[in-house]
């Protein structure tokens, strides 16, 4: 199963994509995180439905520090999971 998300809120800045980054990883699920241009984070994740459900109610509760006001959740075609890799972050450097 293929999740994206769009979280908006105060998210960027506040560490919220390394705190996407443990989750994810700590949930063995594949994919990325990165900060868009208008100030969200985006999510691509792969992986179970249970651990993709873990990590949607980790992204609405947000990390220490960031306010999240809403999680734009769309389910992508199983083939997108080909191009993922282990969860990593994008942009980070």
């Given at each position: 199963?293929?999740?994206?998300?769009?979280?908006?809120?105060?998210?960027?800045?506040?560490?919220f994509?390394?705190?996407?980054?443990?989750?994810?990883?700590?949930?063995?699920?594949s994919?990325?995180?990165?900060?868009?241009?208008?100030?969200?984070?985006?999510?691509?994740?792969?992986?179970?439905?249970?651990?993709?459900?873990?990590?949607?109610?980790?992204?609405?509760?947000?990390?220490?520090?960031?306010?999240?006001?809403?999680?734009?959740?769309?389910?992508?075609?199983?083939?997108?999971?080909?191009?993922?890799?282990?969860?990593?972050?994008?942009?980070?450097?």
């Amino acid at each position: 199963m293929v999740r994206h998300y769009l979280v908006k809120g105060r998210v960027q800045g506040v560490g919220f994509r390394w705190f996407v980054h443990r989750e994810a990883a700590a949930l063995r699920l594949s994919g990325w995180v990165r900060n868009t241009e208008d100030g969200h984070v985006e999510v691509v994740a792969a992986g179970e439905p249970e651990e993709l459900s873990q990590l949607s109610q980790a992204l609405h509760k947000g990390s220490r520090g960031s306010r999240v006001d809403s999680v734009v959740e769309h389910l992508l075609e199983e083939q997108e999971a080909a191009k993922l890799g282990p969860f990593q972050i994008e942009g980070a450097w």
